[in-house]
């Protein structure tokens, strides 16, 4: 069994855009009015298409409205908290990731804190980043570049330690 972990990174405004990019598009609830938004964006595609009137305000306001709020979700709010996030010192310092037994503990220059794995809900991963996520607050993540890793064996120690606690 692996004992532990120990990953550092410095993180930047792209990684906090694209983390948070990551996290909006994996909530339940996104995922939902995205639906409906196409589902609407549909109907009044399919309404203007079949009548031969002049397209009306309301009609006008469902055409632009999914499009601007699907850029809004994606490209705007994730680049505006990411270079918000890099004007607070906390946040654009180096971070070691210690992964343990006992748990994740994230460490800065500025503090530290332990995240024991009960209070640890899940992992999501893509190609560029993991995601930690919270069991009480659901809108809370902590995020891991996967440049974070110096060899393929830390990052099978830190997915084998994942694995087995997250599962429980």
């Known amino acids: 069994m692996v ?5 550092k990174y410095t ?3 792209q990684d906090y855009a694209q983390a948070i990019r990551l996290f909006m598009m994996k909530r339940t609830a996104n995922r939902i009015s995205l639906g ?17 009137t002049p397209i009306t305000i309301f009609e006008l306001i469902w055409l632009l409205f999914p499009p601007l709020f699907i850029i809004y979700i994606i490209i705007i709010q994730p680049n ?7 004007t607070n010192e906390h946040l654009a310092a180096e ?8 748990g994740v503990q994230i460490s800065t220059s500025f503090d530290s ?4 794995w009960d209070a640890l809900a899940r992992l999501i991963t893509n190609k560029d980043y ?10 809370t993540f902590r995020f891991l570049p996967q440049r974070s890793f110096t060899s393929a064996e830390d990052q099978d ?3 084998q330690l994942m694995t087995s606690h997250l599962s429980k």
């Not at 004992?3 to 990953?7: D, F, K, M």
């Not at 971070?95 to 006992?102: A, F, L, M, N, R």
């Not at 804190?113 to 024991?116: D, M, T």
């Not at 993991?130 to 809108?139: A, D, P, S, V």
């Open 3 to 7: 004992q532990s972990v120990t990953l």
């Open 157 to 159: 120690s830190f997915l």
């Open 113 to 116: 804190a332990l995240f024991e």
């Open 36 to 52: 409906f938004l196409v589902i609407a964006f549909a109907i009044v595609v399919l309404s203007i298409s079949t009548q031969a």
């Open 80 to 86: 505006r908290m990411a270079k918000q996030a890099m």
């Open 11 to 13: 993180p930047s405004q």
């Open 95 to 102: 971070t070691t990731w210690e992964v343990s037994d006992s």
């Open 130 to 139: 993991y995601l930690l996520l919270f069991k009480k607050n659901k809108n």
